[in-house]
């Protein structure tokens, strides 16, 4: 019941941070999505995700904000407007109406087939000694992902500092 | 039921948002709220009503926890949609620079 | 710190970060030895102890900051971050094979148990920690220089 409220407020805030004209204001809309999903988190009882999303949520506001203060864009609607919104609005009621005809066949909320998990609940804690389940798997079971998330990060270290350098050069005499 | 229903409504807001707007931050803000639509749906995928979260206690019974399975792979994929966010602001700010607005019908010319 | 009023946020501001920061670093630096008992782990502790630095920077200025963590330190540390959790995922070969888990298990709830995995999230704090904050430094000293 609470988890309905939360996903009908987060929708009302999507459409307020898609539409309103401010740029800072669709920007603290998207932080209001974020927080409202920790919350969910929070109902779905995962502490470990709760707190990474919302820490990064944090983080992901303050590099948005810096981004878009002090400049903003007057809206202009020109030409084929209407033919524009009305195919798009059509292409998501069709998308809408099949993703509601295949989820009927997930099994339903609440009764999930675990059928993989199982081994890793009973021999979790004898085979690695962790007692946090999740991070047995982040770090044990499948830590190659891991790595590869890591390798991730680096990447887009590396391609901020190549983008935003400003190159200076040494004039020869 | 209705639940995924709802969050795929939120995907598909944030897919509007990619789709029609000029507007380059716009455009960025609808794909964090598809991340953030997709990472929900994964985890209400392995709910399980009056299930403990995934941490063993000394007294509990082992097997009714929900699926951790779900959430280590979400865990993973809230950290990326972080970096990918950090690399298109920083490219969006280069555009700034270089062009003077974020409107992306003006910015249709490839200079060398 | 120096109080230059010039810089930096008002004098409130500054009096709360003195007393918090330190805080904060402590927190994430909690959160990520306590990984495999409570939940938590590398990454979240990683960004609260990134969190931290930018807090230091917005409330001093841009040189308070990079006097404490420069931009050379802050790169060659996340590059030993990386290489310290690679050379760990290379040390499971001298019992078999790619990534096992070959130090000792000791028994549940103790901080000392489980292995490699309280080394790897040391690892991928310290990575992701200042790897975030080379990001936020990056896009700071591009605004000021131009």
């Known amino acids: ?173 | 039921m209705t639940l995924y229903f709802l969050c795929l409504m939120l995907f598909c807001v944030g897919l509007y948002g990619v789709l029609r707007k000029r507007n380059l931050v716009k455009i960025i803000v609808g794909l964090g709220i598809m991340e953030y639509a997709m990472n929900l749906f994964f985890v209400l995928l392995g709910y399980r009503f009056d299930g403990r979260a995934p941490i063993v206690a000394r007294d509990q019974n082992i097997l009714n926890m929900v699926d951790p399975l779900p959430q280590a792979l979400v865990l993973t994929s809230i950290v990326i949609g972080l970096a990918v966010t950090a690399l298109i602001i920083s490219i969006a700010i280069r555009i700034y620079e270089k062009y003077g607005t974020f409107d992306i019908t003006k910015i249709k010319k490839l200079k060398g | 710190m120096i109080d230059n009023p010039k810089t930096g946020m008002t004098l409130i501001v500054k009096t709360i970060t003195r007393l918090t920061v330190g805080l904060i670093l402590l927190f994430g630096i909690y959160i990520i030895l306590h990984g495999h008992l409570s939940p938590g782990g590398g990454f979240a502790g990683g960004v609260i102890v990134a969190l931290s630095f930018v807090h230091l920077m917005l409330a001093f200025g841009k040189d308070v900051a990079i006097s404490k963590v420069s931009k050379n330190l802050a790169s060659n540390l996340e590059s030993i971050g990386a290489l310290m959790f690679l050379s760990i995922a290379l040390l499971g070969f001298l019992g078999g094979s790619f990534f096992l888990n070959i130090l000792p298990k000791g028994t549940p709830f103790n901080l000392f148990s489980a292995g490699i995995i309280p080394l790897c999230n040391i690892a991928i704090g310290i990575k992701v920690g200042v790897g975030l904050f080379a990001i936020f430094l990056t896009l700071v000293i591009v605004e000021k220089s131009k």
């Open chain 1, 1 to 173: 019941m609470e988890l309905h409220i939360l996903l009908i407020f987060m929708i009302f805030a999507a459409i307020v941070a898609i539409e309103v004209k401010d740029l800072l204001s669709s920007v603290i809309a998207v932080g209001a999505v974020g927080f409202a999903l920790c919350l969910a988190f929070l109902i779905l009882k995962a502490p470990d995700l709760a707190i990474t999303q919302l820490v990064v949520e944090i983080l992901c506001l303050i590099i948005l904000i810096r981004a878009t203060i002090n400049k903003d864009l007057p809206l202009v609607i020109e030409g084929r407007w209407i033919f524009n919104t009305v195919s798009t609005l059509s292409f998501i009621a069709i998308f809408l109406l099949f993703a509601w005809l295949a989820l009927k066949e997930l099994p339903g909320f609440g009764e999930p087939i675990m059928a993989v998990v199982k081994k890793y609940l009973q021999e979790g804690v004898s085979k690695t000694g962790s007692v946090n389940i999740v991070t047995a798997v982040i770090l044990d079971f499948r830590a190659y992902d891991t790595l590869g998330e890591a390798t991730v990060l680096f990447t887009s270290v590396i391609g901020i500092m190549a983008i935003l350098r400003r190159p200076g050069r040494k004039k020869r005499e």
